[in-house]
Each structure stands twice: as structure tokens, then as C-alpha cells.
């Protein structure tokens, strides 16, 4: 039997949680209709996709037809920087508008600006500070007469810095009081659903995403928020399924897992608890790590995520560190790669100013809901003798 592996990539994919798994078994065995289809297979179905749709809704103090079922986070960013601007575009020909998305994105919001930035269309990255957070002040001079778009991420999914949400959406809220063209704000909160407030009136929010595999549900699963009345204009067009926003047959075992998952999160006192012991390991790890000498946390050390902890070991490559721990059956991540494979220094560490030797050593370590105290134990019992040995070995100084 292969060994238990110690999880600490919670920020890459969570593992399921068996309460979830159990929810979405008979929609892959016997419940297999078609949710728009009108018998009674279907209409079961279709019952199990409206439930998921209410539980997401009031999980985000949203409308329940304000929740469409997606792919993931990707297609769900995706969808927030197309959308509103295709049908803009349409609607008033030969314009040229502005985005602004922040320079830390996901590439599932960094890619689709940089095609646009291709068109016709003028895409501005908004800076960060050395801690990693956008500043408010800046967003606001950036803002004009054609901008429709700001997309800030809610938690970043390598160093973990909570984003200054509410405020942006205050200052957005205020702005729109008196333009003609509403800006429109995009949060992806696919790293945030677990870990802070998500409701998207509190927040000034008019699109969010997230996604299933985050928040120990299934993957291949996500969700947009719409505001009513965003202008919008479809990514994938097709048989008219969810109003035709999003064209496609229902993914109901995955919509199952989503909304399952989610009513998990809906259970706060539990979150809370579970959360302050996220922390505290967390928070365990990084005394631990510090003792390490030449290692500096990424990242605002109060304004992160309860679940994250992303560190610089000085003088060694965070992919040597990170195959030396999974050879120990210990899994975490590196931030330096991108995750197409290549040896480009990780750009919300260059966003940060971190130079590109310092950012190839960094490794970040996600916590999540099934982690215990010796899971950090064996991790910084075997890290500084890993890091010794490499230092030792390496050419850089
Ligand atoms: C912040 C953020 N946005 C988007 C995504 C993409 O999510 P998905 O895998 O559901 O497409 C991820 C996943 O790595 C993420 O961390």
C-alpha cells in the first residue's frame, strides 16, 4: 500500500470531502437524467441543479438567477472579463474601452486581458506594494471616462494576500453614482469562499468566481456571480440552458458536489473553528520555518490568508525543495514556476519586487480542512536538513 502523503497544496486542489462525495453519488448512478429534460428523471435532476443554484445564492446573499454553474474558476473569469465588454462592444460600435485587472491575477483572468490588450481595447495592470496588495488610491487614478472593468482578485492563490474588496467595491459604488457607463467590479474568490465574508452586496460586487475543487468539492465545477442587469453578452452559445448565459448540459453530479460543499461553508461556527485551527498551524509552521536562517515570508504577515504561509530560502531552487519533500511523501508547491512548466520567476513575485534569483527559492505551503498538528510537525522536522543539504550543494550564494 503507498504511504499516506502529507497534503500541505491545499491552494492547488483541495481533496474531497466524503460528506460531498456522498451527495453526488446517486447522481452518477442511478439519478443520470438530463436536467431539461421534462420526465421524471430530468425533472429530479433539475430539482438537485435548483437546489445547488439557492444554496450558492444565499451563501453570497445573491438571487438565486443570479448564479450560473461553470466549468471552474477559469471559464468563470473568463466569462467576467468577455461578457460585459462584448456587449458593450455591440451595443456601441467602434468605442474603445478600458480594463483594469491587478497585476497578481490568475492567469485565467491574466491571459484573457492580454488578448484583449491585442484588440482594441486598453488593458491596464494594477501595481502592487511589496506586501502584495493593491492600494485603493491607485486604482482610483487609474479609473476614466471609458474604464468598464476592474477585476481584483479577493485572496492570492501564491502568497495569499487579502485584497482590499470592500473598499474597492465602496469607491466603485460611489464612482457609478454619477457616470453614464457603469464601472462593473469582478472579484475571483476562488481562493477566499472558505476564509472571509463573500456576500456581494456587502462587497460592492457585480461578478465573483469560484470553484469547486478549492473548497473541498469536486472539480471541473464553478460558478459566476451575474449581478441582474450586467450587461452580458455569452462566451459559449448553444441549447439555451441557464438562460442562455451559459449554453451547455447541465454538469448536475458536479453542481450536486458545488452546492454540497458549499452548505459545508454555510455552517459558520463550524467554519470559524475550523479556521482558527487552519491558523494556528499555520501560524505554527511559520515560527517553525523562520528558525531557518536567510527566510522571509512572502507577503503582508496579518493581511494573508489563515491557510497560507509562502516563504524565499535564500540560496537554493524551491523546485529542488519541493521534490525533496515529495520524496519524503510531502506535497507543496513552488511559486517560482508558473504552471506551464516554465522556469519563468512566478509574476506576482516580480509584481512584489522580488528579483528573479530570490523569487526562483520560494515555496508556499496551503493549509486546508483535513490538515493536523503532524502533518507542520513532520514537515519542519524534514525541511531544514533538506534546505542544509541543497544549500550546500548550490552554486548560488
Ligand atoms: C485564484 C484562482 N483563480 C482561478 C483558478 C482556476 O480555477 P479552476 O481550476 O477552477 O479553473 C485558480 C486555480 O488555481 C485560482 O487559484
Given at each position: 500500500m503507498s504511504k499516506k502523503i502529507i497534503y500541505l497544496d491545499n491552494a492547488a486542489t483541495t481533496p474531497l470531502d466524503p460528506k460531498v462525495l456522498t451527495a453526488m453519488m446517486p447522481y452518477l448512478q442511478g439519478e443520470f437524467g438530463n436536467a431539461s429534460s421534462l420526465h421524471t428523471l430530468g425533472l429530479n435532476n433539475r430539482v438537485a441543479v435548483d437546489r445547488a443554484q439557492a444554496t450558492v445564492a444565499s451563501f453570497l446573499g445573491a438571487q438565486k438567477s443570479e448564479v450560473y454553474f461553470t466549468s471552474g474558476a477559469t471559464e468563470s473569469d473568463n466569462m467576467a472579463i468577455f461578457g460585459p465588454l462584448r456587449a458593450l462592444q455591440a451595443k456601441f460600435p467602434g468605442r474603445r474601452w478600458q480594463i483594469i485587472v491587478s497585476s497578481i491575477e490568475h492567469d485565467a483572468i491574466l491571459e484573457p486581458a492580454k488578448q484583449l490588450a491585442k484588440e482594441?481595447?486598453?488593458?491596464?495592470?494594477?501595481p502592487v506594494g511589496s506586501d502584495g496588495i493593491v492600494k485603493v488610491e491607485e486604482l482610483k487614478k487609474l479609473i476614466k471616462e471609458n474604464t468598464i472593468l476592474v477585476s481584483i482578485m479577493y485572496i492570492n492563490n501564491e502568497i495569499g494576500a487579502i485584497q482590499p474588496i470592500q473598499e474597492i467595491g465602496a469607491l466603485i459604488k460611489e464612482l457609478n453614482k454619477t457616470r453614464s457607463q457603469k464601472i462593473y467590479f469582478h472579484t475571483d474568490a476562488t481562493q477566499a469562499l472558505a476564509y472571509v465574508d463573500c456576500n456581494v452586496d456587502k462587497l460592492g460586487i457585480d461578478m465573483l468566481s469560484l470553484s469547486g475543487h478549492k473548497i473541498y468539492g469536486p472539480k471541473g465545477v464553478g460558478a459566476l456571480y451575474?449581478?441582474?442587469?450586467?450587461?452580458?453578452?455569452?462566451?459559449i452559445w448553444g441549447g439555451h440552458q441557464q438562460s442562455g448565459v451559459r449554453s451547455g448540459t447541465y454538469n448536475v453530479p458536479g453542481i450536486v458536489g458545488l452546492g454540497k460543499a458549499i452548505e459545508i461553508l454555510k455552517d459558520s461556527k463550524k467554519i470559524a473553528q475550523e479556521n482558527k485551527k487552519i491558523k494556528d498551524l499555520r501560524d505554527y509552521l511559520i515560527k517553525e520555518i523562520k528558525k531557518i536562517p536567510k527566510v522571509k515570508l512572502n507577503g503582508d504577515a496579518k493581511k494573508r490568508s489563515p491557510n497560507n504561509a509562502s516563504f524565499i530560502f535564500e540560496g537554493v531552487e524551491g523546485e529542488s525543495v519541493?521534490?525533496?519533500?515529495?520524496d519524503k511523501n510531502i506535497a507543496v508547491s513552488t511559486g517560482s514556476a508558473c504552471s506551464s512548466g516554465s522556469l519563468e520567476p512566478s509574476h506576482v513575485l516580480s509584481a512584489m519586487g522580488v528579483s528573479?534569483?530570490?523569487a526562483h527559492g520560494s515555496l508556499r505551503f496551503s493549509l486546508?480542512?483535513?490538515?493536523?498538528?503532524a502533518d507542520v510537525t513532520a514537515l519542519v522536522k524534514a525541511l531544514p536538513t533538506i534546505i542544509k543539504r541543497l544549500r550546500k550543494m548550490s552554486p548560488i550564494k
Open positions: 482594441d481595447v486598453e488593458v491596464v495592470f494594477l451575474l449581478r441582474k442587469g450586467t450587461q452580458f453578452q455569452p462566451l519541493l521534490l525533496m519533500l515529495s528573479p534569483e530570490k486546508g480542512r483535513f490538515n493536523t498538528k
